[in-house]
Antibody, heavy 120, light 110 residues
Framework: QVQLRQWGAGLLKPSETLSLTCAVYGGSFNVYYWNWIRQPPGKRLEWIGEINHSGSTNYNPSLKSRVTISVDTSKNQFSLKVRSVTAADTAVYFC??????????????WGQGTTVTVSS | EIVLTQSPGALSLSPGDRVTLSCRASQSVSSNYLSWYQQQRGQPPRLLLYGASNRAPGIPDRFTGTGSRTVFTLTISRLEPEDFAVYYCQQYGSSPPMYTFGQGTKLDIK
């Protein structure tokens, strides 16, 4: 049974850097792509980006200039940083397993979510 | 970027009803890389269907997905009380790699 557990700061001021980490328990860390997805209040889910065990990344073009996703294979963890946050970055952030062709690139395991609020 | 539009935005139904939800894509979805999720309040989404019509492990057979290219549907044959939730469709495109979601359909108990 694969589990994703995530943590990070929940309250930020404008211009600060959002930082979240997700740990993967169980399953094979080296097989999948590991994703970050966010859900602003009342809005649709938005894919932020993904990384695999070798550090290969893909990002949403709308966020690419401010986002970095990194991986620590020694701990089976991956992390998200979003620079220069504004109120528009207020959302619930999820770490998610996915990115496999055999699963038609569906997202099959989700973390519990972290609420991030950006407010002065 | 492929935009997914779901309809209707919300429905009020009763347990035992049959419902069909729609997801339309602005361009053809390659290789039927179209998935459906269910989200209960305060919970992360749960994968229901992948590849347009394949049920994820543990998903009951009252959930059925059909469609191809730009038109996809999710049918729930007989609504159970736990099915009242928000449903999202999601697609994957490879050039460049990109995932997008629909805006969701909310099912309420009448």
């Amino acid at each position: 049974q694969v589990q994703l557990r995530q943590w990070g700061a929940g309250l930020l001021k404008p211009s600060e850097t959002l930082s979240l980490t997700c740990a993967v328990y169980g399953g094979s860390f080296n097989v999948y792509y590991w994703n970050w997805i966010r859900q602003p209040p009342g809005k649709r889910l938005e894919w932020i980006g993904e990384i695999n065990h070798s550090g290969s990344t893909n990002y949403n073009p709308s966020l690419k200039s401010r986002v970095t996703i990194s991986v620590d294979t020694s701990k089976n963890q991956f992390s998200l940083k979003v620079r220069s946050v504004t109120a528009a970055d207020t959302a619930v952030y999820f770490c998610v397993r996915g990115g496999e062709q055999w699963l038609s690139f569906a997202m099959d395991v989700w973390g519990q979510g972290t609420t991030v609020t950006v407010s002065s | 970027e492929i935009v997914l539009t779901q309809s209707p935005g919300a429905l009020s139904l009763s347990p035992g009803d049959r419902v069909t939800l729609s997801c339309r894509a602005s361009q053809s979805v390659s290789s039927n890389y179209l998935s459906w999720y269910q989200q209960q309040r305060g919970q992360p989404p749960r994968l229901l269907l992948y590849g347009a019509s394949n049920r994820a492990p543990g998903i009951p057979d009252r959930f059925t997905g059909t469609g191809s290219r730009t038109v996809f549907t999710l049918t729930i044959s007989r609504l159970e009380p736990e099915d009242f939730a928000v449903y999202y469709c999601q697609q994957y495109g490879s050039s460049p790699p990109m995932y997008t979601f629909g805006q969701g359909t909310k099912l309420d108990i009448k």
